[in-house]
């Protein structure tokens, strides 16, 4: 009952090539995320492996809330970066200043760390609703209401409050999608997929 999508986990055998598991052993919280934020992106502390926010908004309760006029926060050494789908050096965000920018922010030690990163293109626009298929040949998702929506390599994924990757998602799942551009041409910046246990 405690073991989730995105664990890290170490598995124990009895014998070395055995495939039944004796003993899993979950690796505390350091997936887990604190919180997840967006806010416009000032890129004064790059240099520092910091990132400042302003204007920051937190996301609670199925939607984005006042938090912070400033935020700055440490990133990891191998922060991810993301804009439109394609990855991005750490040295090229301050061509990015001022754009709207989304954290997934992880517990390190007691201090929070960014550890992935997207960089908003277009126009945002928040659904809710449950996934009913997915293409993964496509890389896209229909909801219930029957909007079809893309990811990418850069879509931020949470799932049980924990970072997963894209294989994680699965028809019947209620999701809260924050989605990049308009008309039919839009793809997902974060799918927030709300709690569900393995059982």
Same mark, same amino acid.
């Given at each position: 009952s405690n073991l989730y999508e995105g664990d890290m986990v170490q598995l124990y055998f009895d014998?070395? !090539?055995? +495939?039944?598991?004796?003993? *899993? /052993?979950? &690796?505390?919280?350091?997936?887990?995320?604190?919180?997840?934020?967006?806010?416009?992106?000032?890129?004064?502390?790059?240099?520092?492996?910091?990132?400042?926010?302003?204007?920051?908004?937190?996301?609670?309760?199925?939607?984005?809330?006042?938090?912070?006029?400033?935020?700055?926060?440490?990133?990891?050494?191998?922060?991810?970066?993301?804009?439109?789908?394609?990855?991005?050096?750490?040295?090229?965000?301050?061509?990015?200043?001022?754009?709207?920018?989304?954290?997934?922010?992880?517990?390190?030690?007691?201090? !929070?760390? +960014?550890?992935?990163?997207? *960089? /908003?293109? &277009?126009y945002e626009t928040s659904i809710s609703g449950k996934i009913e298929e997915v293409n993964w040949y496509a890389e896209a998702f229909e909801l219930a209401n029957k909007r079809n929506i893309s990811f990418n390599d850069g879509t931020i994924f949470v799932k049980n409050n924990r970072l997963v990757d894209k294989y994680s998602i699965s028809p019947g799942s209620d999701a809260f999608v924050v989605v990049d551009g308009r008309g039919s041409r839009i793809a997902a910046d974060v799918v927030y997929i709300y709690d569900q246990g393995l059982n």
């Open positions: 014998e070395i !090539d055995s +495939a039944i598991i004796s003993r *899993i /052993k979950i &690796q505390g919280d350091s997936i887990k995320i604190k919180g997840l934020y967006k806010g416009q992106l000032d890129v004064s502390g790059i240099a520092n492996n910091d990132l400042i926010l302003k204007d920051v908004k937190i996301f609670q309760n199925g939607s984005w809330r006042d938090y912070k006029n400033t935020l700055q926060i440490n990133h990891s050494p191998d922060l991810k970066v993301f804009y439109q789908g394609q990855p991005l050096s750490k040295n090229n965000m301050k061509l990015f200043r001022g754009k709207t920018v989304y954290l997934a922010v992880t517990d390190f030690f007691g201090r !929070d760390r +960014a550890e992935r990163a997207v *960089i /908003k293109n &277009q």
